[in-house]
């Protein structure tokens, strides 16, 4: 029963850069998977970036990769999103998701746990 924090969002220019992260509750949080989504006004929620509990593997849907980075500190109960070189289009609400009973969170479908989501907002 994780619940999920995310913070981070915010206003930023074109090409700037934003970091967020994604706070588990609970000390099995590092048996998690975890995926970042996004959904903006009129569009349906969008695949960011996963990763798995088992490996920390890494997965990154089209519009982010190469600019956008999920890493996890299991320290802290954290997982990370470290997005670069933003766009306007990347403007919208993300959101991060968990799963304990999954190696890795493709699609929201597979999602037990949400966080309430961080606004991000780019400006051109």
């Known amino acids: 029963q994780v619940q999920l924090a995310e913070s981070g969002g915010g206003l930023v220019q074109a090409g700037g850069s934003l970091r967020l992260s994604c706070a588990g509750s609970?000390?099995?949080?590092?048996?998690?998977?975890v995926g970042w989504f996004r959904q903006a006004p009129g569009k349906e929620r969008e695949f960011v970036a996963a990763?798995?509990?088992?490996?920390?593997?890494?997965y990154y849907g089209g519009s982010g990769k190469g600019r956008f980075t999920i890493s996890r500190d299991n320290a802290k109960n954290t997982v990370s999103l470290q997005m670069n070189g933003l766009k306007p289009e990347d403007t919208a609400v993300y959101y991060c998701?968990?799963?304990?009973?999954?190696?890795?969170?493709?699609?929201?479908?597979?999602?037990?746990?949400w966080g309430k989501g961080t606004l991000v907002t780019v400006s051109s």
């Open positions: 998701a968990a799963d304990p009973l999954v190696n890795v969170i493709l699609t929201q479908k597979r999602a037990s746990y």
């Open positions: 609970g000390p099995t949080f590092s048996n998690h998977a």
């Open positions: 990763i798995s509990w088992r490996s920390s593997s890494t």
